[in-house]
């Protein structure tokens, strides 16, 4: 499967703890996206690397967020200390030039 | 107001029909315009990718874009249950940035 791949599939969490979700794109593909999504809403962008620079992140991305993407491959995002409010399902897509193409996301529940 | 507002649904249609899925827009700075598929709990599939105003077809889907109303549509010709699914519109202003989403349409097509 040559599809963008995402890890954890799920994580539940207590509140307060850090996770870390990783992202493997589209081998190809040198645009790498995150976004977040909550039930009945569309994804909300968080933001986006082309290679390994990050070229622009959402005001959503408070201090408690960090996102890198070293080699300008695989890419990680991590919550620290999270809160009820970041359970969401937390999206990843790689693009070529037309298009974004998502993975099946991490769903996160912070208990 | 949001920028992307996509008619809210849900929408129930008979086998055979002809569906139409809308959204409005605010930012004229969007030229590309893109339409997912999103099954329950994963992530959005790329459907179709239109530049500009025009029809763009695909199969049984048609892609119409208005960029003086500031309307996009997605129609689906003899629509089947197998096109049960929750459609969302996305709009970026360059194809490299960021994407910004509708809350999305859930379809059900009964046979």
């Known amino acids: ?111 | 107001q949001k920028e992307v507002e996509q008619d809210p649904g849900p929408l129930s249609v008979p086998e055979g029909a002809i569906v139409s899925l809308n959204c409005t827009y605010s930012n004229s700075a969007f030229q590309y315009f893109m339409w997912y598929r999103q099954y329950s709990r994963k992530g959005p599939e790329l459907l179709m990718y239109t530049y500009s105003s025009g029809n763009k077809e695909d199969g049984r889907f048609t892609a119409q874009v208005d960029k003086s109303s500031k309307y996009i549509s997605l129609f689906i010709r003899d629509s089947q249950p197998s096109d049960s699914a929750t459609y969302v519109c996305a709009m970026t202003n360059h194809n490299a940035g960021k994407s910004t989403f509708g809350d999305g349409t859930t379809l059900t097509v009964k046979p």
Not at chain 1, 37 to 57: H, M, R, S, W
Not at chain 1, 63 to 88: H, M, N, V, W
């Open chain 1, 1 to 111: 499967d040559t599809g963008v791949s995402q890890n954890p599939r799920h994580k539940i969490t207590k509140r307060g703890q850090n996770v870390t979700f990783r992202c493997d794109p589209i081998s190809e593909h040198n645009r790498l996206y995150w976004y977040r999504q909550t039930l009945g809403q569309g994804p909300e962008f968080l933001t986006y690397f082309q290679n390994e620079a990050q070229l622009e992140k959402s005001r959503l991305l408070s201090d408690r967020f960090s996102a890198e993407r070293p080699k300008g491959s695989f890419s990680t995002l991590e919550i620290q200390r999270t809160e009820q409010g970041d359970s969401a399902m937390y999206l990843c897509a790689s693009s070529p030039m037309d298009g974004q193409f998502f993975g099946p996301g991490t769903r996160l529940t912070v208990l």
